[in-house]
Structures are given as structure tokens and as C-alpha cells.
């Protein structure tokens, strides 16, 4: 801009005429210093944003593998202590109520982190649309619209997929509460005899409730693969 200036005040004190071809280059010339997108040292924020919504999809999916996991335990806790033939009832409640406190911590983990992913997703595919308005070449940013469409919609699946399953396991996770609290003021044998229906639809929710949560861990997987800037994948 300085340049420009004393270039033009120059041709002004020599009395010379401007061209309107020299003028439109001084012109051309202004506007590009002047647009953040042409500067040299202008990075977009595109790939710090899309770096952190793939971050979050991954300590997503190792949460769901997490409560996977600690589900299948609390479940195996609990039919121990309907399997207890003989001896003391309560190392087995134990257990389980262990698990079952786990259980619960890694629902609430899961339910922050499926939080934190919707944010930054919602940051990234924002910043992405803000800037393909700094595309000049038009089938160029017509062609960015469109991925960014199919991948914000791939994305929003994933974010409806976890509010799903929400949906599902608290409410399994208050039956498992009800239980533990039912045992814990009668474990006894006919306390236990008295629950098994209850243990028993415990156990066919919790293959409904894993099959939504390896349904969602493979749809996770499939997204952070489409957005991952791994080469191979």
C-alpha cells in the first residue's frame, strides 16, 4: 500500500498522465492487498477446525467401545448373583453394584463427549461454509458446497444416531438402579427368585441397547475414516 502511494504521488509531482489501464492495475493492485485471501502469510481455519471435529469422533468411538465393554460386565455381575447357588449373596452384589457405578459414569462420559463432538462438527462445517464464499472460482466452490453438504449430513447422522441411543440406555441404565436398590434391601434367595423377570428383560434390553451402540461405534468409525486426512484409508 505504501508503494502504491508513492508510486501515484510521484506520477502527480511529474505532472504525467495516469492511463485508466495504470490506474486499474494501481486499483487491482489495492484490492488484493487489501482482501485477507490474498495475503502470503493467510491460512485457513478450515483444517485446525476439521482436525478437532475428528479428534472429538474419536474419543467418541473409544467411549462407546468403553460402555460396550463395561456393559457387557455389568451384566455378567448381575447373573452371577442369579446363578449363586450357595454362599454369601453379598460379594456378587457387590460386584455388580460396582459395575454398575461404572456403567453409569461411562453413560455420562459418552453423553459429554457425543456433546463435544456436535460442537465442534458444527464449528468445522460453519467455518467451511464461510469460507467457500472466498472461493473466486465458481464450480470450484460449487463442488465444495457439495462435499461439504454430503459430509455435514453423514456427520448429522451420526450426532441423531447418539441421541438415539441415549434414548435407549438411560432408561436401562434406571432399571439396572432399580434392581441393585431392590437387591440391596433383600438379597435373599427369595428376593432374587422374586426379581428374575426383571433380570431377565435386564438382559433382552441389553442386547437391544449394545446392538445401538455397535451400530453407532460402526457408523463413527465410517465417518472419522471420511473425514480423516490419512492418506489410505
Not at 495475503?39 to 467411549?63: M, T
Not at 461439504?148 to 444416531?161: A, V, W, Y
Request: hydrophobic content about 35%; proline content about 3%; overall charge positive.
Amino acid at each position: 500500500m505504501k508503494n502504491i502511494r508513492t508510486w501515484l504521488k510521484n506520477h502527480t509531482q511529474e505532472k504525467r498522465p495516469i492511463t485508466w489501464h495504470t490506474l486499474g492495475l494501481a486499483t487491482l493492485f489495492i484490492v488484493m492487498w487489501s482482501a485477507p485471501s490474498f495475503f502470503p502469510g493467510y491460512a485457513s481455519a478450515g483444517p485446525k477446525n476439521k482436525q478437532k471435529a475428528v479428534s472429538s469422533i474419536e474419543e467418541f468411538h473409544k467411549e462407546l467401545s468403553k460402555n460396550l465393554n463395561q456393559l457387557t460386565e455389568t451384566l455378567t455381575a448381575l447373573n452371577q448373583i442369579a446363578k449363586t447357588g450357595e454362599g454369601d449373596l453379598c460379594k456378587p452384589y457387590k460386584n455388580f453394584v460396582k459395575q454398575l457405578n461404572r456403567t453409569t459414569d461411562n453413560s455420562r462420559s459418552m453423553s459429554k463427549h457425543a456433546e463435544d463432538m456436535a460442537i465442534k462438527g458444527r464449528e468445522y462445517f460453519d467455518t467451511w461454509e464461510k469460507e467457500l464464499s472466498n472461493i473466486i472460482n465458481s464450480e470450484l466452490r460449487a463442488k465444495g458446497e457439495e462435499r461439504r453438504g454430503e459430509l455435514s449430513k453423514t456427520f448429522n447422522h451420526i450426532t441423531s444416531l447418539a441421541q438415539e441411543v441415549q434414548i435407549t440406555y438411560q432408561p436401562f441404565i434406571i432399571d439396572l438402579t432399580d434392581i441393585k436398590t431392590a437387591l440391596g434391601n433383600d438379597l435373599t434367595t427369595t428376593g432374587i427368585v422374586s426379581l428374575n423377570p426383571y433380570i431377565t428383560k435386564a438382559n433382552k434390553n441389553a442386547k437391544i441397547v449394545m446392538v445401538k451402540l455397535q451400530e453407532l461405534a460402526d457408523e463413527v468409525d465410517r465417518v472419522t475414516n471420511a473425514l480423516s486426512s490419512r492418506v489410505g484409508l
